[in-house]
Nanobody, 118 residues
Framework: QVQLVESGGGLVQPGESLKLSCAAS????????MRWYRQPPGKERELVAS????????DYSDSAKGRFTISRDNAQKRVHLQMNSLKPEDTAVYYC???????????WGQGTQVTVSS
């Protein structure tokens, strides 16, 4: 049974940091591209960060560049998203996603809420 379980969300003030984690099970984690998406209230889901299977290449949305860092631990089957200098516009439900290279679909976690507010 495939599972992606996010954790680490919460309420923080602008300028603060959060680290999200996603624990994977039920598939060969090291073979999958791992991504973080987010869905702000009333908006569509958007890609935030992506990491290749080896952990050597990371890509970020323009809004995440310079503030967010994606990382993965293939031995622990976890992917993380370190978020610094958080802004109110980062408020969203953050989702972990796993995709096998060459496939259009993948697996989703249930999401974790991040709220940035003073």
């Amino acid at each position: 049974q495939v599972q992606l379980v996010e954790s680490g969300g919460g309420l923080v003030q602008p300028g603060e940091s959060l680290k999200l984690s996603c624990a994977a099970s039920g598939f060969i984690f090291s073979n999958f591209i791992m991504r973080w998406y987010r869905q702000p209230p009333g908006k569509e889901r958007e890609l935030v960060a992506s990491m290749d299977t080896t952990g050597r290449r990371a890509d970020y949305s323009d809004s995440a560049k310079g503030r967010f860092t994606i990382s993965r631990d293939n031995a622990q089957k976890r992917v993380h998203l370190q978020m610094n200098s958080l802004k109110p516009e980062d408020t969203a439900v953050y989702y972990c996603h796993a995709r096998y290279p060459g496939h259009s679909d993948g697996y989703w976690g249930q999401g974790t809420q991040v709220t940035v507010s003073s």
